[in-house]
């Protein structure tokens, strides 16, 4: 019996409930829950009955499928990215309310 | 090759422009002039050839995929354009050096230059798709020539640039469903297809959609506003692109097509009706104008109204007029431009109404203009007398029942009354009816023009003369152009026909003509005055501002601040496509049994785990309580990744774990210390989504994972990888050699996100660091001074609180710069590699900003920055070293010393440096930075990170 589905409905829950909120933060805590469960969907899809590292070729019957793994790298070190970018937006103005505009002091008008 | 080199000679000119009007200011006109005649010489011989009836053809393949080529090809036609192109060019160029301020004009003469190259390569294009893009040279080029020309010219060359435009759409649509009806992208054989004769719908509806491109440039009702709205830009750009190229775009294209459509009664009707229509309408505009030039311009109008009614008629003996008409045009009427603009050089006006009688102190500009507007009005014996002759009878031959040829004459010989009259008003205007006297004007001396000015605007009027008088010299070239788009050809052109129906209605013309003339005193202030309630800029005006009402009214559909609307409809469409997904291949298929084995008891322990993270993150109030259900959450997600057998990924998921968590930590600092959003949260929408997706995920990650064998692509890499790429680390050597376009894809992810966070902080003033004062949650307050006196302690002296990490440090750090090495090192084989190198560095990086007692950033200015870029070019680089194998991105391996190095790991170092720099810019422009500009003064110790920290866990 598989337990990943289980996994990715209780993190792809979780990030759907917060990335819905008013507050910036909290929708950056549920992108990177939200990212969890996409990783690890991924990883499923290389079939997760077969768990030995892909390093060489020994043990290449049982081996993990490779592909999806780098995928899910490339995906984490993205997350990250815009992860960062997105806290540097949350801390302007000392609120991350997303339904006020924060006070940045920025003159729209000319 | 003739052609292809004056193509080439063209695009040269444009380059060349610029250091030549560094040298010659306005004078590089002449050059520019010397250059378009030696050009028009140059093709000399290519045209004797193409008179003799061969055709000068070059061609190169240029996307073979779609197997559209670079064709070109003279022609009949293409040459007498070219001609057109080049000599009017050289004159008006000529013209430019004495007539435009003196300067540099640098814009005037490139967009000019770039303008002549689209206009040649439009007429030599043997290609639909190089049509297409001469054409939206010719419409950019002229935008830009409007635009260049001031205030007024701003608004003038947007309305030009959307009608053209709109000219530009209906060709792209016209010229794909030639290309799909056809199956060539060829002009030639495109045109020469059968599919013409077969299907007459499709016929129809490209021949319709010619004609409005066709009508857009050459401004033929209801397009003809941008012409007298385009008078904004300098007199020389009207001369030559209102007079002799860009409306004459139009007219080539619809005598090109007429090939194909010359005989679809749609084509006819449109263009005959349209034609003539406008012809009357603008000579009436024309009639009521003060302003010389726009009289001018709507007098084109009119004159390209009735070269499109010939076109329309479609007969040989039509074309042939037609063609004619184009050249005896192109000379009067680029000349007529020019004596305008020598008319306010002179006088410093151009309206009629207060222009002095001019004749007595300009006789040359008198006679010039008499002869202009005498050829105009199709008077003996300039050449426009022979053309507008030949336009008039050929109307006669107007396809459809037999009233339709009569009718056609009929009201273009009512056009051409008008046209009598205006051009009498021109000569009269500003000649010889002007009511002030000659001291008025705003210019000390009024005098006859030079002749740097002079000369060049006679040249093309006057040669009207002599070609009407030899009018067979032109016999070949328009026989040529005539045979080239039809079956017919061989009217000799005469200057004399005898006594014909449209002789006759000259004659009646001349009369009905001088009538309105002498009447003029009685009809200027009925006709000089708005003759219709709306102009038809105010038009288009409206019609922008209705488009821009519906643009802003939908766009306020979908418009927030809160991302909330925008997410909520992608996951709500998320769900019902996973879940409307899952059930159907559950209720509709065999489903293939599940692989045996496909859990672990260690997943369950993690799921556990992982559930109640994810429930503390979603209930948590506190800001650092989500935080630190967050990090165990990732750590629960690490441990379930290396347990499905994947280190490289579960190392990379710790330390970018170990990073956000650090990160999140710095920005929290300026942010209220619960999150306090409580309105929002109760709402329950949220909740029944987050349920139904989460639901609809697992559902789908259920269903459709793990019921198949290895699959192929898995196989191949385990069975060939390491062979192929001599790397063990199957993931890593994916990574940077196999998949090494994606990874160069997230490396420019990675750093733009730390050039936009640089760019966004820097640009967005913060109001808090102008007052000097620290924000009031930065501060700690009395009350929330800690209780605990070793907290106390700690924050009052960050120093040796700090010691024990700082010792700490000097250990630590050595040793993650070894680790990062040797991990760099390995990950070809082992489970490391760029990315988790850097990210071990980042610790470093981390550790050293964490240990500091007070706020400082830990890299010089300009170092991320410097790192993002010098990996991102790294990579690319290392990406053009495999052009010399054979492809972008192609490792190289080779042995230095024994030890087997490959270029991906030069790739590597680029996404080493690029990681690093990315997490640089987040520690110093959301840590370090950040409070160093909030210092509360000279000699108060800026408020560092720990006693934040330590103050913001107190509230919590």
Request: proline residues 6%; aromatic residues 6%; glycine residues 10%.
């Amino acid at each position: 019996m598989s337990v990943l589905p289980l996994t990715v409905a209780v993190l792809v829950a979780g990030g759907t409930y917060l990335m819905l909120q008013a507050g910036l933060v909290r929708i950056i805590f549920g992108i990177t829950l939200l990212s969890h469960g996409a990783n690890l969907m991924l990883l499923a899809a290389g079939v997760s009955a077969w768990r030995t590292e892909p390093l060489g070729t020994e043990g290449a019957s049982r081996s993990a499928d490779p592909l999806p793994m780098a995928f899910v790298l490339t995906a984490i070190v993205i997350t990250l990215a815009v992860t960062v970018l997105m806290l540097a937006l949350a801390r302007i103005g000392g609120d991350d309310d997303t339904y006020q505009m924060p006070d940045t002091g920025e003159d729209h008008h000319g | 090759m003739t052609v292809l080199l004056l193509l080439v000679a063209l695009a040269a000119v444009p380059v060349l422009v610029v250091p030549m009007t560094l040298a010659l200011g306005r004078r590089t006109g002449w050059v520019l002039a010397a250059v378009f005649l030696g050009l028009a010489a140059a093709l000399v011989p290519a045209g004797r050839d193409v008179l003799r009836g061969e055709e000068v053809t070059w061609s190169r393949a240029w996307v073979p995929q779609l197997d559209v080529d670079l064709a070109l090809r003279l022609d009949g036609l293409g040459l007498v354009f070219v001609m057109i192109a080049l000599v009017i060019g050289a004159a008006v160029l000529a013209y430019s050096a004495a007539y435009l301020s003196p300067g540099r004009q640098l814009g005037f003469y490139l967009w000019m230059t770039v303008f002549a190259l689209g206009m040649v390569g439009l007429v030599l294009a043997d290609d639909l798709v190089l049509v297409f893009l001469c054409w939206e040279i010719t419409s950019l080029a002229s935008f830009l020539l409007i635009a260049r020309s001031g205030s007024g010219g701003e608004a003038a060359s947007t309305r030009t640039l959307l009608i053209t435009f709109v000219g530009g759409l209906t060709l792209l649509v016209a010229v794909v469903l030639m290309i799909v009806a056809t199956g060539t992208t060829s002009l030639s054989e495109a045109l020469a297809s059968p599919v013409w004769q077969e299907n007459g719908a499709l016929t129809t509806t490209v021949a319709l959609l010619v004609a409005v491109s066709g009508f857009t440039k050459a401004a033929q009702f209801p397009f003809h506003p941008w012409l007298p709205d385009a008078m904004a830009a300098a007199t020389p750009v009207s001369a030559y692109l209102h007079a002799a190229a860009v409306v004459k775009a139009g007219i080539y294209l619809m005598l090109r097509f007429s090939e194909a459509f010359s005989s679809v009664p749609a084509w006819n009707a449109l263009l005959i009706t349209t034609g003539l229509f406008t012809a009357a309408m603008a000579a009436l505009f024309a009639l009521g104008q003060t302003d010389l030039k726009r009289l001018m311009a709507y007098s084109t109008v009119s004159q390209l109204g009735l070269i499109t009614a010939a076109i329309g008629v479609g007969t040989p003996k039509a074309l042939t007029a037609a063609v004619l008409h184009t050249i005896a045009h192109a000379l009067f009427k680029s000349g007529l431009f020019m004596m305008v603009g020598i008319v306010d050089h002179q006088t410093g006006t151009r309206d009629v109404r207060r222009l002095p009688p001019l004749w007595r102190v300009m006789p040359w500009s008198f006679a010039t203009v008499i002869a202009g507007a005498g050829a105009m009005a199709g008077l003996p014996p300039l050449l426009g007398f022979v053309s507008k002759e030949m336009v008039l009878g050929s109307m006669l031959d107007a396809p459809g029942p037999a009233w339709t040829g009569p009718v056609a004459f009929a009201a273009a010989a009512a056009g051409a009354v008008l046209t009598f009259a205006y051009c009498a008003k021109i000569v009269l205007g500003a000649f010889v009816d002007g009511e002030r006297e000659l001291e008025d004007c705003s210019v000390p001396e009024v005098r006859e023009a030079g002749p740097a000015l002079l000369v060049p605007a006679m040249l093309p009027i006057w040669a009207g003369l002599p070609l009407a008088l030899a009018v067979w010299v032109l016999d070949p070239p328009v026989d040529r152009a005539v045979s080239a788009i039809s079956d017919g050809g061989g009217y000799a052109l005469h200057l004399w026909h005898g006594i014909t129906p449209e002789l006759l209605a000259t004659a009646v013309v001349v009369l009905g003509g001088t009538l309105v003339v002498s009447r003029r005193r009685w009809l200027r202030p009925r006709l000089e005055r708005d003759l219709l309630p709306r102009s038809g800029v105010q038009l288009i005006e409206q019609a922008v501002r209705g488009a821009t009402r519906g643009g802003s009214w939908l766009a306020r559909l979908v418009t927030a601040d809160h991302p909330g609307r925008h997410v909520g409809p992608i996951l709500v469409v998320l769900t019902l496509l996973l879940g409307a997904g899952t059930l159907a291949v559950t209720l509709g298929t065999d489903v293939p049994a599940a692989q045996p084995d496909l859990g672990r008891p260690i997943d369950a322990a993690l799921l556990v785990l992982v559930a109640l993270g994810v429930a503390g993150v979603c209930l948590a109030q506190s800001r650092i309580a989500a935080t630190v259900y967050l990090g165990g959450v990732g750590i629960a997600v690490t441990v379930q990744l290396f347990a499905l057998g994947a280190p490289d990924v579960g190392l990379t998921q710790l330390m970018v774990e170990v990073l956000t968590v650090t990160v999140i930590m710095l920005v929290l600092r300026g942010l209220p210390a619960g999150f306090g959003h409580r309105r929002h949260s109760r709402r329950p929408g949220p909740v029944v989504l987050a349920l139904l997706l989460g639901a609809a995920a697992g559902g789908a990650t259920w269903l459709l994972t793990g019921r198949r064998e290895q699959s192929g692509p898995a196989r191949y890499f385990i069975d060939e990888g390491t062979e192929v790429t001599g790397g063990d680390n199957l993931v890593n050597v994916i990574l940077v050699e196999f998949r090494a376009l994606d990874t160069l894809g997230e490396l420019a992810v990675l750093g733009l996100a730390g050039v936009a966070i640089v760019a966004v902080l820097a640009t967005v003033p913060d109001r808090r660091s102008e007052d000097g004062a620290a924000p009031a949650e930065l501060r700690p307050s009395p009350d929330a001074a800690p209780q605990d006196p070793q907290a106390a302690r700690a924050l009052a002296d960050p120093a040796s609180n700090l010691r024990a990490m700082q010792l700490l440090l000097r250990l630590l750090t050595p040793g993650l710069v070894l680790l990062s090495a040797l991990i760099f090192w390995r990950g070809h084989n082992e489970p490391g590699g760029g990315f988790i190198a850097a990210l071990v560095a980042s610790a470093a990086v981390a550790l050293v900003y964490l240990a500091r007692p007070e706020d400082r950033p830990v890299a010089r200015p300009g170092l991320h920055l410097g790192l993002i870029a010098g990996g991102v070019l790294t990579a690319l680089g290392t990406g053009l070293i495999g052009y010399a194998h054979s492809s972008f991105l192609e490792p190289l391996h080779g042995y230095v010393g024994g030890v087997h190095v490959s270029t991906s790991m030069l790739f590597d170092v680029g996404v080493y440096a690029a990681v690093l720099g990315l997490v640089m810019v987040a520690f110093d422009r959301l840590g370090a930075a950040a409070v160093e500009h909030r210092t509360t003064g000279p000699g108060t110790p800026a408020p560092s990170h720990a006693e934040h920290a330590s103050a913001q866990e107190e509230r919590a």
